[in-house]
C-alpha cells in the first residue's frame, strides 16, 4: 500500500482516538467541575463526620464549589480533621458555617457552607469556626425513642 | 597483508555434546570461487553461520580480513558483516517489500544517499541479475528461482568483498540453475570479491569453482582444484562426485544391526 | 512407586526451570526493545505503519463490538434497575462499567486476537524463512528494524482503540437506553457526568490499557521471536500469544484495579 495512504489512515484513527479521549472528558466524565483551576483549603473539626469521603462534593446554596481533600483524626483533640478545597472564584466569609449534610434521606454526605457576614475572607489553611457534624441516624433514631419513654414516664408520674 | 580473505583454524562448534565441526582448517583466498561441499548435515550452512558470527564456535576461530570473528563486539562485528554478503538458501526475501525496495534495503539502512542515487544504484544490481523489469512485483510474487536472483542482487547491493552462497542451486530447474552459476561466476569477477559456495550439486560447481574444500564427519576430507578432484581416488570423493549410493559415505543412518532389531519384540 | 512421584516431582521441576528460563528470557528481550527503541522514533515511518497494521485494521472488530456491548449493557442494566426505579442511573451504569473495565479490558482481549496473533504469526514466519537472519547478515538489527517499531506501534494503538470503545459503547447504551427504551435524555447524560470522574475512571482506564498494550504487543512479539522457525512452531506460538495475552490482561486488571481502589 502507499505510504501516503497509510499515513492518512494512521491520521484519521489519532485524531478519532484523540477526539474519543476528549468525548470521554468532557460528555462522559465531570472533567468541567474536576479541574477547577485555583483552590484554596480549609480545614474544619468535627466530632462526627458520619460517612463523609474524600472526593465528597462541597455545596453551598446546592451548588457545588469545591471538594474534601482529606480526612485525619487528630489523636489530641479525638476529633475529626476535615480538609475542604474550595474554588478560588468563590470566596467565602471568615465566620462560614460548614456542615455535614445528606443528600436525601439515605444518599451520600456533603458539605454545606453556609456564608457569615464577616468582612474578612476565607484564606488558605485557615480554620472554620463553627461547624456542625453529621446527623447520625441510629443515634436520632435512639434518642427519639429515649424522650418518647421518658415522655410517657413523665405522664405516668402526673397521673 | 594476508592474501586470505577468510581464515578458518583448527575450528570445533557443537550443539550440546555432539560436535558438528571437530577442528577444520580452511583459507579463502581473495577473488576466488571457493566452494564448500559435502552430504547434507554435514554443517555446510554452520559453517557460514560461523563466518558471519552469527554462531559462536566451542574451539578454535574464524578470521576475516585478519580479524576474528567472535572476539568482535557488536559494532566489530556490524563493521565486519557490512564486508559480507549473503544469499539465503530461499532467498529471504522480505515479504513485505517489493523487489526494488527489497534491494534498496541494505543501501538505504546503510548509507544516506539521496533518492536518486539508491534508484541507480538498485536498478543496476537488478539489471545484474537481468530482473530490472520486476522491480514494481511484490517479493511473494516471485518464482523460487526469480527470488533468489533478487536476493542476490541485495546481497551483492553495497559491493562486499565476501560473497556466501547457501545452497543456491537447491531446487532451481536447469535452466534457473546455468544462469546462477554464470551470475555467481560474472558478479564475482565484477566485484572482485570472492565468494564461498556451500552446495552439494557437484557437477555445476565443480564446472566454475576454482578450489572445493570436501567436508565430512566434522573435518575437511579432500580438498583440490575441481579437476584434481575429480581425479582424486579418494574413496569418499569418489563417492560423492559420482555419486553412487553406498561408500564411505554409508546409505543407513547409524542403527543397530537389521536382523536383532526387526526380531526384537516392541515391548521391550 | 518411589520413582514414579520422583518423575512427578521432577517433571514439576522441568517445568518450573522452563518457564523461569523463558521469563528470564523475555526480559532480556523487553531490554534489548527499550535499548534499540530510539531507532523506531528516528525512522518515525516504520512506527505509523505498523500503527496502520495493528491500530487502523482493528477498528472495525473493537467498533462493533464496542456497539454491541453498550447496547447489552443497557439491556442488562435496565432490566435491574428499574425494579429499584432508578432507571435513569443507567447512564452512569454503562459509562462506569465501560470506561473502567469493559473498554480497555475487552479492548485488550480483541487486540491479542486481532493484532497479537497477526504480529507473532508475521514474526514467527521471517524467522522461519530466514529473513531476519538475512537482516542480521547485512548488519540491520532486527530487533531495531523489527521489533521496536510494531512494540511502539501497538502501545500507541491500544488507548486510543480503547477510547474509541467506550465512546462508541456509551452511544450504542445510548441508542437503547434513549430511544428505544425511553429513559430521558438528560438524566441519562447529566447523572452519567456527575459519577463519572475524570481523574479517578477515565485516567485510570487509560492508564490500564496503556499497561495492556505493552503487555499485549510485548507478549505477541516475544512470542513470535521466540517461535521454532517450522509451521508447527508459528502456529503454536500463535496460539500462546493469545492464551498468554489474555491471561496478563486479566490478571494485571485485577492487581491494577485492586490498587486504583485502595489509593
Redesign the interface.
Known amino acids: 500500500m502507499e505510504r501516503t495512504t497509510i499515513d492518512l489512515w494512521v491520521g484519521i484513527f489519532a485524531a478519532a482516538g484523540a477526539a474519543a479521549l476528549f468525548g470521554l472528558a468532557l460528555k462522559v466524565g465531570n472533567f468541567n467541575s474536576a479541574t477547577m483551576g485555583e483552590t484554596y483549603s480549609v480545614t474544619g473539626a468535627f466530632e462526627n463526620i458520619g460517612s463523609l469521603k474524600p472526593r465528597a462534593p462541597v455545596k453551598s446554596a446546592g451548588v457545588v464549589v469545591g471538594r474534601v481533600d482529606n480526612i485525619r483524626f487528630d489523636p489530641e483533640t479525638y476529633e475529626a480533621l476535615v480538609t475542604v478545597k474550595v474554588d478560588k472564584r468563590y470566596p467565602f466569609p471568615k465566620d462560614t458555617f460548614a456542615n455535614i449534610y445528606t443528600a436525601g434521606l439515605l444518599g451520600e454526605q456533603y458539605i454545606g457552607l453556609e456564608a457569615g457576614g464577616d468582612e474578612k475572607m476565607l484564606q488558605n489553611g485557615d480554620k472554620f469556626s463553627k461547624t456542625q457534624d453529621a446527623v447520625v441516624l441510629e443515634k436520632m433514631i435512639s434518642q427519639f425513642l429515649y424522650s418518647k419513654a421518658s415522655e410517657s414516664n413523665d405522664t405516668k408520674e402526673a397521673d | 597483508m594476508n592474501d586470505n580473505i577468510v581464515e578458518i583454524d583448527n575450528l570445533s562448534f557443537g550443539y550440546k555434546n555432539r560436535l558438528l565441526h571437530k577442528g577444520i582448517n580452511m583459507k579463502f583466498p581473495r577473488g576466488k570461487v571457493v566452494a564448500i561441499m559435502g552430504g547434507s548435515g554435514s554443517g555446510k550452512t554452520t559453517l557460514l553461520r560461523l563466518i ?1 558470527g ?1 554462531l559462536r564456535p566451542v574451539g578454535g576461530e574464524v578470521r576475516v580480513t585478519g580479524q576474528v570473528v567472535h572476539k568482535q563486539n557488536r559494532k566489530g ?3 565486519l ?2 564486508k ?3 544469499l ?3 532467498g ?4 513485505d517489500l517489493s523487489v526494488y525496495e527489497n534491494v534498496a ?2 543501501i538505504r ?2 548509507t544516506d544517499l539521496p533518492e536518486s542515487m539508491i534508484r541507480d544504484l538498485v536498478m543496476m544490481k537488478l539489471n545484474a541479475v537481468g530482473l530490472r523489469g520486476a522491480r514494481d512485483l511484490q517479493a511473494t510474487e516471485l518464482s523460487g528461482g526469480m527470488a533468489r536472483r533478487v ?1 542476490l542482487a541485495r546481497a551483492v547491493a553495497l559491493d562486499p568483498s565476501i560473497v556466501m552462497y547457501d545452497e543456491p542451486f537447491a531446487g532451481l530447474d536447469p535452466i534457473s540453475m546455468a544462469v546462477t552459476c554464470n551470475l555467481i561466476r560474472r558478479l564475482n569477477d565484477a566485484l572482485g570479491a570472492t565468494s564461498i559456495i556451500v552446495t552439494h550439486d557437484v557437477q555445476e560447481v565443480f564446472a566454475f569453482a576454482d578450489y572445493v574444500y570436501f567436508v565430512a564427519d566434522g573435518v575437511v576430507a579432500a580438498e583440490g582444484a575441481p579437476e584434481e578432484l575429480r581425479k582424486s581416488v579418494l574413496p569418499f570423493v569418489h563417492q560423492f562426485v559420482h555419486g553412487e549410493v553406498d561408500g564411505p559415505v554409508p546409505f543407513h543412518y547409524a542403527a543397530p544391526d537389521y536382523r536383532q532389531d526387526i526380531l526384537r519384540s516392541p515391548n521391550v | 512407586m518411589f520413582s514414579a512421584v520422583a518423575n512427578v516431582l521432577r517433571g514439576i521441576g522441568h517445568r518450573v526451570v522452563d518457564n523461569l528460563w523463558r521469563f528470564g528470557a523475555s526480559m532480556r528481550f523487553f531490554l534489548y526493545v527499550l535499548i534499540y527503541s530510539g531507532e523506531s522514533f528516528r525512522r518515525l515511518h516504520l512506527t505509523i505503519r505498523e500503527i496502520y497494521f495493528t491500530g487502523v485494521l482493528s477498528l472495525i472488530i473493537i467498533l462493533v463490538s464496542a456497539f454491541f456491548v453498550g447496547m447489552v449493557l443497557a439491556l442488562q442494566g435496565y432490566n435491574t434497575l428499574q425494579r429499584y426505579g432508578s432507571s435513569e442511573a443507567i447512564g452512569v451504569l454503562v459509562a462506569l462499567s465501560l470506561v473502567r473495565e469493559l473498554g480497555p479490558v475487552v479492548t485488550a482481549l480483541l487486540f491479542a486476537g486481532r493484532a497479537g496473533t497477526a504480529i507473532t504469526a508475521e514474526i514467527g514466519l521471517m524467522k522461519a524463512t530466514e529473513q531476519l537472519s538475512a537482516m542480521e547478515m547485512m548488519a540491520v538489527s532486527p530487533v531495531a528494524r523489527v521489533v521496536a517499531p510494531r512494540f511502539w506501534a501497538g502501545v500507541f494503538s491500544m488507548p486510543l482503540l480503547a477510547a474509541l470503545f467506550s465512546m462508541v459503547g456509551v452511544l450504542g447504551g445510548y441508542l437503547v437506553a434513549v430511544p428505544l427504551i425511553g429513559v430521558d435524555a438528560g438524566a441519562f447524560w447529566s447523572q452519567m457526568q456527575a459519577s463519572v470522574d475524570f481523574r479517578e475512571d477515565i485516567v485510570n482506564g487509560v492508564i490500564k490499557s496503556v499497561v495492556f498494550g505493552i503487555a499485549c504487543t510485548f507478549i505477541a512479539l516475544f512470542e513470535g521471536f521466540d517461535a521454532p522457525p517450522t509451521a508447527e512452531g508459528v502456529s503454536r506460538a500463535t496460539t500462546r500469544t493469545v492464551v498468554n495475552s489474555s491471561l496478563a490482561v486479566l490478571g494485571l486488571d485485577f492487581v491494577m484495579t485492586s490498587f486504583m481502589i485502595v489509593a
Open positions: 558471519g552469527q562485528l556490524q563493521a558483516r557490512r559480507m554478503g549473503m539465503f538458501q530461499q529471504a526475501l522480505f515479504t534495503f541494505p539502512e546503510h536476493a
